[in-house]
């Protein structure tokens, strides 16, 4: 079976606008990279009704997005952060929070930012200001070293791996039951992964960016694979 992949979508609310009201957006390659690897994916917008949305997917892929507000790890804001509409941030934890432990999570970007704040942790907020470049920002190709015997390192095939990266943000103090599992050779942390659940996993490149790459594929794949077996152990089979 095809398992469904709810990929959550950012929004601009503009209660101005009558004739809108806002919009609500996704870059074409995420959904692409779930269905090359064999997952069906659905849109969900932050009006979605999060009960029933959790008793549908078989996981969850949280995309890029702008900047989270600092107040929600007790910071002030850093002057270049571009902030996004929180009410995007306020549906996916609600659905996270609901969500079966055993169901497949991938965070992108502005994602694996998400997953860290939303279990507790802290954000580096402007990295430029710590590393001394910005190289992080424009698309760079970057090389990350993954923790061996890491989930992500065995998802992706090995422990050297390139991505793309687009941020000026990136994970400080890791969440609660997160550990990082790869970081750049300044420091910056690059992905963090659950303890204690079995698939979930935050990269803050934007492996979507690269399909063509090897091992970007075989983390989709892996992704979906965990999706399909949760999707597989949870079906209801008639009598």
Known sequence: MKPIIGISVDCEKDPADERTRGKLTLNWNYAQA?????????LIPPTADMEVV???IHGFLIPGGNDIDASR??????PKAVLQDPT?????????????KDVPV?????GAQFLNVNFGGTLVQHLPD???????AGGTLQEYELEPHSRLAEAMGGTKVQGKSY???AVGEPGENLRVVARNQDGTVEAVES???????????HPERTSADPATAKLFRDFVDAARRYATHTTTVPS
């Open 195 to 205: 303890t204690d659940r079995p698939w979930l996993i935050g990269v803050q490149w």
């Open 130 to 136: 710590v590393v001394g470049h910005e190289t992080h």
């Open 167 to 169: 941020h000026h943000q």
């Open 73 to 78: 790890w007790g910071e002030a804001n850093h």
């Open 34 to 42: 779930v269905s090359d690897a064999g997952g069906v994916p659905i």
């Open 88 to 100: 995007r941030y306020e549906a996916e934890a609600a659905l996270l929070a609901i969500l079966d």
């Open 106 to 110: 991938l965070g992108i970007c502005y």
């Open 54 to 56: 959790s008793s549908l």
